[in-house]
């Protein structure tokens, strides 16, 4: 079962966020709950996650005064979805992390009183400044949020900080933004922010009912005050009553706009997946004309968000998010972590291509195997990895492949590739299908990184599959071609990766 951000938790009621977890992690046996969590051999070792309990989407990255901070959605008390929280974390390089407190708490008897939903982080002139979406219960008819057992309004709150640290928020006394009054609208959160001269302008996910969703366009001088100016994006329905009437959804959730070499993106996360849409802004009516369009990663991967990092890379986020039943994450006591970082870069035809940050190479420890161009297959030795932390970086001669990870119990992992016309292949990943356009010379490259029940492939630095393995592997994992003297290598490299913690919990 797949559990994204807004699966609500049905049963939690004033007492559920303690009821849903496994006795030693709310009894106050800490020493208990730390030492079963770091020995979870399916608990990420270099990825960002928190000590405990649940995490979603990353919110408002940002590069300030020397060093990266990172804020996500976090439930402080379960490890499970809900009393949505800001989550704080700091980093020198974007691999290592220090957790700090937390930055944003709902505020009883405020607009954000159930929760403190995603946003977005900006300098406003030297004032670190965060508008995030509150949420709070009210009566349906008054809702914009609704899953048939929770009525929330959502409306765009704000936040500042004078601390060069950014430890402490001041928040705004009351809500910068206001819904829309449509019955139709299907939502209305996580605002995003960009600055044009004295202008600052706000898109907000929304989306109406049966006709698709849309980012709403909103202008302001000092991002307090906002004028609504017209929808920046909008999906079209299909003209089919179906059960999916509309192929973008009906809700955009998580949209993030920039601009990427000539041209802009336009990111949005919708139906459990996330779209990518290259294009035009036109600067005199900030109207986005999409011209390309393609999904940002194929597996368990949602709610990206981007920031500039110190030399003016456009830093890709996203969360990836449990792929178990609910029931086994909350009795583990964690669930979610954050992606690797990705450099994004605009293609030649308008695609939005990736690779993960060169930072990562500060893990790399053991190096098992480095073969030149077109090496054969009986030339390849097994590479092994330990511990479920690994990478490996490997290219082939032909689009057609087939290989897997395994340990003594069998097949782990598996990725293969089919010829799909004169152009393209078909690459399969744990079930998983795309078609990859060939690299040049018409050969495959994959990037891989394995860590504890997550594995990050990138294909052709294009495609990304994302996918959570929930087996623990009986010994080391194997990795070799599968289909004997099918498989050409043009080179293969990899890596033992060192964890970015002595114990899977601090940083």
């Known amino acids: 079962m797949r559990i994204v951000r807004r699966d609500f938790v049905r049963a939690l009621g004033a007492s559920g966020a303690c009821a849903s977890l496994p006795p030693p992690l709310w009894k106050g046996a800490a020493q208990d709950w730390r030492e079963r969590l770091a020995a979870d051999p399916l608990r990420p070792q270099y990825h960002l996650l928190p000590a405990k309990n649940w995490m979603n989407d990353p919110n408002g990255p940002m590069h300030w005064n020397g060093r990266y901070h990172m804020f996500f959605q976090y439930n402080p008390n379960a490890a499970v979805w809900g009393d949505m929280h800001w989550a704080h974390a700091v980093s020198e390089d974007m691999i290592h992390w220090r957790h700090l407190p937390i930055a944003?708490?709902?505020?009883?008897?405020?607009?954000?009183?159930?929760?403190?939903?995603?946003?977005?982080?900006?300098?406003?002139?030297?004032?670190?400044?965060?508008?995030?979406?509150?949420?709070?219960?009210?009566?349906?008819?008054?809702?914009?949020?609704?899953?048939?057992?929770?009525?929330?309004?959502?409306?765009?709150?704000?936040?500042?900080?004078?601390?060069p640290q950014l430890l402490t928020w001041t928040k705004w006394n009351q809500p910068v933004l206001q819904p829309p009054r449509d019955p139709r609208l299907a939502g209305f959160r996580d605002p995003f922010l960009w600055r044009e001269g004295r202008n600052w302008y706000l898109g907000v996910g929304s989306g109406l009912f049966k006709q698709g969703g849309r980012v709403l366009l909103y202008g302001s001088r000092d991002l307090r005050q906002w004028g609504f100016?017209?929808?920046l994006a909008s999906g079209e329905w299909t003209g089919k009553e179906s059960l999916n009437p509309v192929n973008s959804g009906e809700m955009w959730e998580c949209p993030d706009f920039f601009p990427l070499g000539k041209k802009h993106v336009l990111l949005y996360s919708?139906?459990?997946?996330?779209?990518?849409?290259?294009?035009?802004?036109?600067?005199?009516?900030?109207?986005?004309?999409?011209?390309?369009?393609?999904?940002?990663d194929y597996g368990a991967y949602y709610a990206p968000k981007t920031q500039l990092d110190a030399q003016g890379n456009r830093i890709l986020w996203g969360w990836i998010p449990e792929t178990r039943p609910e029931a086994e994450f909350s009795a583990a006591g964690w669930a979610g972590c954050m992606a690797l970082p990705r450099v994004l870069s605009l293609g030649s035809r308008g695609d939005v291509l990736m690779h993960t940050v060169p930072e990562v190479h500060a893990?790399?420890?053991k190096s098992f195997i480095r073969q030149g161009p077109r090496a054969a297959v009986s030339q390849i030795a097994d590479v092994k990895i330990e511990d479920l932390c690994g990478e490996i970086l490997w290219s082939t001669a032909s689009s057609r492949c087939?290989?897997?990870?395994?340990?003594?119990?069998?097949?782990?992992?598996?990725?293969?590739s089919l010829p799909q016309g004169s152009s393209a292949a078909?690459?399969?990943?744990?079930?998983?299908?795309?078609?990859?356009?060939?690299?040049?010379?018409?050969?495959?490259?994959?990037?891989?990184?394995?860590?504890?029940?997550?594995?990050?492939?990138?294909c052709n630095h294009m495609h990304a599959f994302t996918v959570r393995i929930y087996r623990p592997p009986n010994g080391p994992l194997r990795f070799r071609p599968n289909d004997g003297p099918l498989t050409a290598f043009r080179s293969l490299q990899a890596w033992q990766l060192l964890p970015i913690s002595p114990d899977r919990l601090t940083t």
């Open 402 to 416: 087939n290989f897997i990870l395994e340990d003594r119990s069998g097949p782990w992992w598996s990725v293969e």
């Open 229 to 231: 100016l017209h929808p």
């Open 363 to 365: 893990l790399r420890a």
């Open 426 to 458: 078909r690459v399969t990943v744990n079930g998983i299908s795309a078609e990859v356009p060939w690299a040049s010379h018409h050969h495959l490259e994959f990037h891989l990184f394995l860590d504890g029940s997550v594995a990050e492939l990138i």
């Open 104 to 163: 944003l708490a709902p505020s009883p008897g405020q607009s954000d009183a159930d929760g403190c939903f995603t946003g977005s982080a900006v300098d406003d002139h030297g004032t670190a400044t965060i508008l995030y979406t509150g949420v709070k219960t009210v009566a349906p008819e008054q809702a914009t949020l609704r899953d048939g057992v929770h009525y929330f309004r959502e409306v765009q709150c704000l936040a500042t900080s004078s601390d």
């Open 270 to 296: 919708t139906a459990g997946r996330v779209i990518w849409e290259s294009g035009v802004l036109d600067p005199k009516e900030l109207v986005f004309h999409s011209e390309r369009r393609g999904i940002l």
